[in-house]
């Protein structure tokens, strides 16, 4: 069974300070997502990230994908209260089904004003 | 644009009883699943399927049945609900992508779902 470690579990921090969010694996992955889901709603995609060492910036959103695709890391810079919210990574397997996504366990992320 | 529609958004049941969770997508996406979020658990998939006619069992399928008459619909039967099964689950959809990269996900707003 894959699975996807995300950390830390919980983050609680002041606006303006920068944070990262680790997804790391023994398995590889033939690509990485990452989504935002806010209470009472249902997941959406941030970005995919599919070569090893790939690096995607959304404003102030980093996401690295680990040069053997085993790992992935979001980067917020000068975090604002509208970045609150629960980060979930997603791999999708190679072989299989390639429609199926493997969710880590999230990171809740509340940034205070 | 509707996307992925779910309903009921909450529900209560008794222990044994059965329930349908309706899930449609208006996309023509192939690719349709079903997911349970638990607290501290993330996100666990219980069924799928790639296209009308075809479903396959996820991670967590006991207790569960899905069916794919058409593109549109998933629905998810609980077959005799347990207290197990409360949750929170979400029906997804995206095109069906045989290359690397995938496709986006999208998801419904969910179901809350409690079994007393």
């Known amino acids: 069974t894959q699975l996807l470690e995300q950390s830390p579990q919980f983050l609680s921090i002041q606006e303006g300070e920068n944070l990262t969010v680790y997804c790391n694996s023994s398995?590889?992955?033939?690509?990485l997502q990452w989504y935002r889901q806010e209470p009472g709603e249902g997941p959406v995609l941030l970005v995919t990230v599919v070569t090893g060492g790939e690096v995607k910036k959304l404003k102030r959103l980093t996401f690295q994908f680990g040069d053997a695709r085993k790992d992935s890391s979001l980067h917020i810079t000068a975090a604002q209260p509208g970045d609150t919210g629960l980060y979930l990574c997603a791999g999708r397997n190679y072989g299989g089904s390639q429609g199926n996504l493997i969710f880590g366990k999230g990171t809740k992320l509340s940034v205070k004003p | 644009n509707a996307g992925v529609t779910q309903t009921p958004k909450f529900q209560v049941l008794k222990t044994g009883q059965s329930m349908t969770l309706q899930c449609a997508q208006d996309m023509n996406h192939e690719y349709m699943s079903w997911y349970r979020q638990d607290p501290g658990m993330g996100l666990r998939l219980i069924h799928y399927s790639v296209g009308a006619g075809i479903t396959d069992q996820g991670e967590v399928p006991n207790g569960y049945n899905v069916s794919r008459s058409t593109t549109e619909d998933f629905p998810l039967r609980l077959l005799s609900a347990a207290p197990s099964q409360t949750s929170v689950y979400f029906c997804?959809?995206?095109?069906?992508?045989?290359?690397?990269?995938?496709?986006?996900?999208?998801f419904g707003q969910g179901t809350r779902l409690t079994v007393v």
């Open positions: 398995s590889v992955f033939s690509s």
């Open positions: 997804a959809s995206s095109y069906f992508s045989g290359g690397r990269g995938g496709t986006e996900a999208f």
